[in-house]
């Protein structure tokens, strides 16, 4: 069949031109204040309205075909400002629900005459998408497919997509996610309330007693990477105790997330992670140790489990707990220093940038935000951070930034993002976290 024709903000096109109109642009000057970064783990989030060209297949038996898509002026300058967004092309299988990046073999791609290099990853079981902002220019654009086998069975689709750092998705969950002591520890005494089993500490239920439990080992590593957790997080469903590293379990969801927790399986999507102010406070206490498990009684209180591994080298006591040192007492919660948003070393600053929408890039107003903010902001950064917003809701006053995420709903991929668009290419995309 005929491809989708593009839908683009500025107007609609034929898809097809002769390849004599592809020429390479002429770049006027503008460029970012800041050298781009790169090498930072990006997480992908398609930009709501952000579709340039809504999935198109291939014409039979073409081997050169030509896509014509506009970028707006102010579209173009700010994709060229802000680090944080990008214009994605990707190929997937047309039966991949998921879309995840797929590119047949004989898949070759230029933009404005300059080839881009596909990146299949090792094995080529690991495919990338393809960035264009690099190679566009403000008005007419060209995209040029080259194939020399069949490709009906894949699409293609071009769309804006918001690719925060890590560190600064990290930053946004800590301000507006950490979930307060008073209630971690109600929440664990909760899970000693539970019958064994239902309860369990992300363990076998079949390794425990029948008996009630008087106490849970919990371990201050991540189930990731094996390494001492930095800020302890977990899903919001999460029954157990046990946390994960928060910016592992990002990293681990950067390309082909599946968004589920590492312990229970359950899924934990983006805006449904929490960091555990009280694991934190455990973890800070015992910063300067080797204690890597430590057991929580059904009060909350907890000690340093003993280390079977050199039990006979002297642990380094802590500076405000002296008692850290002496494996067998027991710390209250009350005894702690509970650690904040201003433990957290940050090394950039922080941007008050809330996740992009087409009209806002299509307005060129980014622009205009980033000049203001800019004043405030340390110029060598150019690290936006990821603001969940400050949508207060029920169980908002659980966290210390008074902000659950219940306008990021969309971006969890309960809707089926091929399916919404072969009911009207018109609608906008839904979010899926996990797309690369």
Known sequence: GNPTPPLTPASSMPPYISPNADVKPHFNELKPPMGMQNDELRLTFPVR????????????????????????????????????????????????????????????????????????????????????????????????????????????????????????????????????????????????????????????????????????????????????????????????????????????????????????????????????????????????????????????NWKAAKSPANPGIKQEEDSNDNSVGKRGKAVSPGSMNMPTMNNWEMNQALSPYLPPDMNTIASGSMISQYNQSSQNRNPASNNQNYDFGMNNGPGSNEYAGNGPLSHLNESVNSLDPLNAMEKSLNEQMPHTPHTP
Not at 58 to 75: I, R, Y
Not at 96 to 108: H, K, L
Not at 184 to 190: D, E, F, R, T, V
């Open 49 to 300: 309205d952000g579709i340039i060209l809504p999935p198109f297949r291939l014409e039979h038996n073409l081997a050169v075909s030509n896509h014509v898509f506009q970028l707006k002026p102010t579209v173009h300058s700010t994709l060229i400002w802000r680090s944080d967004l990008e214009l994605q092309l990707k190929c997937f299988h047309h039966e991949d629900r998921q879309m995840n990046t797929n590119w047949p073999a004989s898949v070759q791609v230029s933009v404005n005459a300059t080839p881009l290099v596909i990146d299949r990853g090792e094995n080529k079981t690991s495919h990338k998408p393809l960035y264009l902002k690099e190679v566009c220019q403000p008005g007419r654009n060209t995209i040029q497919i080259t194939v020399s086998a069949c490709c009906c069975s894949h699409l293609f689709v071009l769309q804006l997509v918001h690719r925060p750092s890590v560190r600064s998705v990290l930053q946004g969950l800590l301000r507006k996610r950490l979930l307060t002591a008073d209630h971690c520890i109600a929440k664990i005494k909760m899970n000693f309330n539970q019958s064994p089993g239902n309860g369990n500490n992300g363990s076998n239920p079949s390794d425990r007693d029948s008996v009630e439990q008087t106490a849970l080992k919990v371990s201050l590593k991540c189930p990731i990477t094996f390494k001492k957790i930095t800020l302890p997080a977990r899903g919001h469903e999460c029954k157990h105790i046990q946390c994960f590293d928060l910016e592992s379990y990002l990293q681990l969801n950067c390309e082909r997330g599946s968004w589920r927790c590492p312990v229970c399986n359950k899924p934990a999507q983006l805006e449904g992670l929490e960091v555990d102010q009280y694991m934190w406070g455990i973890l800070n206490t015992l910063n300067n140790s080797d204690v890597d498990e430590v057991t929580i009684d059904s009060g909350a």
